[in-house]
């Protein structure tokens, strides 16, 4: 074995001379790895997502019919969504998926691209649901409804008595004390609270607060938990509880072949819709591959992958959507113009009364 | 003179060279980052300078304060029946079990380590739910006739926590029982006293040490804590790593966030500075 003189024998080396010549190496290593991440990152679509857009079901098409990858970051909530937007570089993302009632939130933030109203399927949309005092400022649309659904009551229908379903009284009463879940988002469930005293949805203010709060106190009195997604969704499913407040298709429906004896009702005070859209972002730098991918999502294919997506299904927003039979009996599809003329829309509060509201539901949260 | 000199002068520079990774790395992941959120605290949500409403906040809403205090009450129930469960154990594993086995037994011990934290909360909800094992077994042997609420508890929550602690704190009073030298236990007899009494006046003081040092961990990783009582408290109750994330996840309030972060670690230093006696590495 020869030794090259030149070549510092590193027994004799100094530690900081070592340390640096690493530090140079792992520079180096950094800034490779960077430049090939950019030059992925390029190449692939960025999308915000609610869990129901990370389906392989549904991306894989378009990505093998584009040859691109989509690459997806879930939240819940638009705040937390915005908190992302906040923290990542303009460009970072391409389109966001958001509660259709927010879209103006981020217009007004200066977040989101107009969308073509002419390459657009809108004239296939349940016109209860294209929302467009939500989805379109100052004449330009910056959303498309791509799914809904109703924030409602969800239950076993062979543990509970279905005449009393048709009200949201039910829930307050004593009949079904123990046996209830209530769905941990603030937003629908006191839009609930709100019908269950009379009040519009969309009307609510910071007045309303304390009537709304004591509703969700007798809620609270006789729910067994309150429970995200998945915690309120395997109570349902598992029979830890009958009732689920703020449940609907997107509870059930996913669970229809497993569990067939779920269901939900709209009751006599009505219930919440919710909508989520799709909204491009103004920085992207793919924009003809975001639009690519709304017009996907919106096709009747993209539609019905997405109406059946393995975390939550839900009403496809296209009537055309590609349903089976089976799968639109499940959404209780043809029910669709009646209750939709009975739902209400999400509660849309400006940041001061959201806060209120978060207050109030911390307190129910707190609540013995 | 001159050799002496230089190495002296090359012994401390290479002893920064050695620790500079270390301070470095204490410097970028928390003392910076502490700063930040210092800072972040100190602002509104909306923008805007410098203000304490975000501490306000915390001390004048009851909830929020109410989330300290069941915060503070599951991780002392949580620590004093953790340390109740280990200290036996460990003392079984130490004195009783022989010393061939001991390895065998303290890797069973620590065998539900090896599983992740949140499937084993889920477990757990699994096992104490409606229809899980415990009640299957209390209404079929006829000791209940109705299930008992016990997924979805307060109750729940300490359970998870307690089995996840009592390995814990099995490790650290095993360690510190098998560093007692038998001496003192027959001086002791020597001097009379019976086992009881030997426990309780030279064995019990001299393993205090490790079980305050189990029990200070227990506290700070039990106080800190989300996944368990998200997945088995069942949201009837909120603790403050609830509330932090609440914070963050509806509302994007990473000011508010970073108030009562740091009014939680306030509360782990005062448990440290109460524990700080124990706590100290020394050897005599």
Known sequence: MTINPNTPNPTTRKPLSVLKSHLHAACAATALLLATGSLAQAADLNALIWCDHADPALLQPFEEANGVKVNVKEFEGTGAGMAIVEQSQPGDWDVMVIDSIDIPRGVEKGLFEPLPDDKLPLADLFPQVKMDSYTVVDGKRYGITEKFGYNTIGYNKTKVDLADMQSLAALTGDKYKGKIAIYDYYLPVIGMAALAIGKKTTELTEADLPAIKQELLKMKANAKLVGEVTASQTALATGEVDILVGGGEWVTAGLAKENPALDFSIPREGAVLWSQSLAMFKDSKNKDTALKFIQYIMSPEGQARLATSACYWGMPANTKAALSDEQKKILRFDEQPDFLARAQPYPAPDADLDKKMQDVWTEMLQAQ | ?284
């Open chain 2, 1 to 284: 003179m001159n050799s002496a000199t230089n190495s002296g002068r090359a012994l401390p520079r290479a002893g920064w060279a050695l620790v500079t990774p270390a301070l470095g790395w204490t410097l970028l992941f928390f003392v910076l980052p502490f700063v930040a959120m210092g800072f972040s605290s100190l602002t509104a949500h909306d923008g805007g300078g410098f203000t304490l409403a975000n501490y306000g906040q915390f001390f004048t809403n009851p909830a929020y304060w109410q989330a300290m205090v069941n915060s503070l009450q599951v991780t002392a129930i949580v620590t004093v029946v953790s340390v109740l469960l280990a200290y036996p154990f460990a003392w079984i594993l130490a004195e009783q079990v022989p010393e061939r086995w001991q390895r065998l037994a303290l890797m069973l011990a620590v065998l539900p380590f090896w599983t992740s934290y949140v499937v084993r909360s889920y477990s757990w909800l699994l096992v104490l739910a409606q229809n899980g094992v415990i009640n299957r077994a209390l209404t079929g042997s006829g000791l209940f006739s109705e299930p008992l609420q016990l997924a979805n508890t307060r109750l729940a929550t300490v359970i998870g926590f307690v089995h996840f602690f009592v390995m814990l704190l099995t490790l650290t009073i095993f360690a510190n029982l098998k560093q007692l030298s038998p001496s003192y236990r027959k001086a002791a007899a020597d001097l009379g006293a019976g086992p009881v009494r030997t426990f309780l006046h030279v064995v019990l003081p001299l393993t205090l040490p490790g079980i305050m040092v189990g029990a200070f961990l227990t506290f700070v990783l039990c106080v800190g804590d989300y996944i368990t009582p998200q997945i088995l408290g069942g949201n009837n109750e909120l603790l403050m790593p609830q509330l932090v994330m609440m914070q963050i996840g509806r509302r994007g309030d990473f000011p508010l966030a970073s108030a009562l972060s740091i009014i939680l670690m306030a509360v782990v230093t005062i448990a440290y500075l109460a524990c700080a006696r124990w706590l100290k590495i020394e050897r005599a």
